[in-house]
């Protein structure tokens, strides 16, 4: 325990040091600038520039009461708008929205409405997301797209951030393990979806769909917040940014990002502990080309509960809230520096990003059979460019055309060997070094032939080169290389102003996982799938709807019923489903927004040609949201918003043959928040399940034909969780250059 102490310890330091080390050098760049112009607020997080000073005349400055109300009084926006915005599937953009597939793009003004606990609240209420909290302290949680299972701790979706990829390949835990707790709300500027293998720009675990998320470079205020609540819930969060220097090149502004974070978490042994500083810079170069870089230090520490009988709980002889193994838990500690690079006009830029991070991850779990110890230490750099030409053939022909590349190496050290409270017990299990590179090329083309027409064609190629070293068994598993090409094609028409029609066909795969597949299996593929969508949208002033119909069909499916347990193979499998998604803005005229929307997705996984197994496992029936967000005006420049939804979650399959089941459940969550033109906010918010809490998290520890209801563990959900909160904005855009003093 002492060395986790100390762990924790440094990484304190280590946040707090790179905290003052950026709020040094912020300091040291305002003391070389002259006060600016302003800027106009129009929204939370959108700025304008301001117009460039003629001679020696600046325009007058407002009074700090004015830019508080400017910043603390954003104006109602909802999703509909924010759609309404982005290029559509018939034009001619590098944006997710443009393509012919299912999309959804997210801004931080919704974000900042909606109730967020966890991560996984930013994705709840979108169409065709299964969301489950495993509530086993500081490790990922579920998510999945288009019939996969959230069990698998997201990993068959591509997550990435600022353009750095976020799975873990060749992880311990789970094959591709996407852990998202390094991200703060507060840094957030937009979050795209495209739900299915249809991005060009998403290799690796580009399965259910891929995740494109992007932080903010500025902001002309600075907040500091505190909430908790239920369960000894509490963080605190600050942020400083500026954007004082946006006329001039040269000039660095910084986002930064504090947070602090505990929770006794609802059950025994369920607390997590977490630090976390987010800290970028930003500048315009005398070419009109940005560069930004980005450090982040995260660390956490955490206990873990484990898995309960349902049986047990059911009869009453388990209690729900009781830890299985009181010395589960474990500690991660991430480091990352990241440089991004863009230039060049809209739908013409030249974009290169640089990344290296240093990641510690050990858990300590017991699933039924003894407490085992996982350490995966990995050091990742990559990087990745990409060119895009707008134009036209002939001057006739609108074309655009997306190139580039990416490389990524990860240098990982993976460990496990049965433990006892926590100290080695046996022989180890696992003792490898891997170091695993992926080089991949990629291109896209858009054509328009005629006006209501457009032509999707892309691909790209990722190859893989394994170079392991197994210190268990020397030369046990050799070397590999492969390569997996990933074509997409699609089609998008529009008819007429208010309806697309768009078709797609497109192929995903996910690398293999060292540790956990090719052990054991060295002629083992990378695995594929096949995936083709057809859908509609309507799309008027305060109305739009899409629905969507999809077919994937895979190779070799993988499961693994809880990390650290054995990977199986399952064959051949096939999923259908549908999906609809619409919203209807009751209220919206630029100063008072209401909207209504309601998502439905409907899900069929069966396994092929192995009966008795006829069912993938964990993949819900259905997943379904009803609700509203608003954002109203009160009195003297008031705010009232925020959002509240139900989610419907259908039956899921926990063995092969379908014997045995969870039942259907439904949560309800919501948020409401109150702001004052003096930059004052207070919040309340609330997750309460009306019935099963049992069902959300559920895994088959027996066998996956012919097991009984005694075989099935679960993690029950608190039935009602209470948060409140209160933040304060400052504006920065109007302070003095005075030097920053620190006093220690």
């Not at 709020?23 to 070389?32: E, N």
């Not at 990344?355 to 017991?366: I, L």
Request: charged share 15%; net charge neutral; with cysteine.
């Amino acid at each position: 325990m002492s060395n986790h102490v100390g762990r924790w310890n440094s990484a304190r330091r280590v946040v707090l040091l790179a905290g003052v080390c950026a709020a040094v050098f912020d300091a040291r760049s305002a003391q070389a600038q002259s006060p600016l112009p302003p800027v106009t607020v129009t929204a939370p997080d959108v700025v304008r520039r301001a117009p460039a000073v003629v001679g020696s005349e600046r325009r007058p400055r407002p009074s700090r009461a004015i830019a508080r109300r400017s910043i603390a009084a954003p104006a109602g926006v909802s999703i509909a708008t924010v759609a309404a915005s982005l290029p559509g599937r018939g034009g001619l953009s590098a944006s997710v929205s443009a393509l012919p597939a299912a999309t959804t793009v997210i801004d931080a003004g919704m974000i900042a409405r909606a109730p967020v606990a966890t991560y996984t609240d930013l994705f709840r209420s979108l169409p065709g997301f299964n969301v489950a909290n495993f509530g086993q302290g500081g490790i990922a949680s579920g998510m999945s797209l288009r019939g996969y299972t959230e069990a698998e701790h997201g990993r068959d979706i591509a997550y990435f951030i600022d353009g750095v990829p976020l799975n873990e390949v060749s992880s311990l835990h789970t094959p591709n393990y996407a852990d998202l707790n390094i991200l703060l709300p507060e840094t957030v500027k937009t979050i795209e979806i495209v739900r299915g293998p249809f991005s060009v720009e998403a290799g690796d675990s580009n399965l259910g769909g891929s995740v494109y998320i992007t932080t903010k470079d500025a902001e002309p205020f600075g907040s500091v917040g505190v909430s908790g609540g239920a369960q000894g819930t509490a963080r605190a969060v600050a942020t400083y940014s500026t954007t004082q220097s946006l006329q001039g090149s040269g000039a660095w502004l910084p986002y930064l990002a504090f947070e602090g974070y505990r929770t006794d978490g609802s059950r025994d042994n369920a607390f997590v502990e977490r630090l976390n500083s987010f800290n970028k810079i930003t500048t315009t170069l005398p070419d009109g080309a940005t560069l930004s870089l980005r450090a982040q230090a995260y660390a956490t520490t955490f206990g873990a509960p484990g898995y309960a009988s349902r049986d047990g709980i059911a009869n009453g002889t388990v209690n729900e809230r009781s830890a299985t193994n009181r010395t589960d838990g474990g500690d991660k500690q991430l480091e990352n520096i990241v440089a991004a690079y863009a230039s060049g006009a809209r739908d013409q830029e030249l974009k290169g990003t640089l990344f290296v991070s240093h990641d510690t991850f050990n858990r300590y779990a017991d699933f039924g059979g003894g407490q085992r110890w996982q350490r995966d230490d990995r050091v990742t750099a990559g990087g990745r460019i990409s060119k895009l030409w707008s134009g036209a053939v002939g001057n006739e022909v609108p074309v655009q055309v997306l190139l580039g590349g990416n490389w990524r190496t990860d240098v990982i050290n993976a460990f496990q060997a049965p433990t006892t409270a926590r100290q080695v017990s046996g022989a180890p299990v696992i003792d490898l070094g891997v170091t695993q590179h992926n080089i991949a090329g990629f291109g896209q083309i858009q054509i328009k032939p005629v006006d209501w027409l457009k032509l999707t064609a892309g691909g790209r190629v990722d190859q893989f080169f394994y170079d392991i070293s197994d210190r268990l068994t020397p030369g046990g598993t050799p070397d590999i290389s492969n390569a997996v090409a990933s074509p997409k094609l699609g089609i998008a028409i529009t008819p007429v102003a208010w309806l697309e029609l768009f078709a797609n066909y497109g192929q995903g795969f996910r690398s293999i996982d060292v540790p956990l597949e090719l052990v054991g299996n060295p002629g083992i593929q990378p695995f594929k799938l096949v995936s083709t969508e057809g859908g509609a949208q309507l799309a008027f002033d305060r109305f739009r709807l899409l629905g969507s119909y999809w077919t994937t069909e895979s190779a070799n499916e993988a499961f693994q019923a809880a990390p650290g347990l054995p990977v199986t193979f399952l064959g051949k499998a096939q999923r259908d489903g549908f999906d609809l998604d619409g919203r209807f803005d009751a209220v919206k005229d630029g100063v008072n927004a209401i909207s209504l929307f309601a998502n439905y997705g409907g899900v069929r996984a069966r396994l092929l040609d192995a009966a008795p197994s006829f069912f993938v496992p964990n993949v819900p029936s259905y997943v379904a949201n009803v609700g509203l967000d608003f954002n109203l005006a009160t009195r003297n420049a008031e705010r009232l918003s925020g959002s509240a939804y139900v989610t419907f979650v259908g039956k899921k399959n926990l063995t092969q043959d379908g014997l045995i089941t969870t039942r259907p459940y439904s949560r309800v969550t919501g948020k409401l928040a109150y702001t004052w033109p003096e930059g004052w906010t207070a919040f309340s918010q609330a997750t309460w399940y009306p019935g099963d809490r049992l069902s959300e998290i559920a895994i088959n520890f027996g066998d996956p034909t012919g097991a009984s209801s005694r075989d099935i563990f679960v993690s029950a959900q608190p039935a009602l969780v209470l948060l409140a909160g209160v933040s304060y904005r400052f504006p920065t855009m109007l302070a003095s250059a005075a030097p920053l003093v620190m006093k220690w």
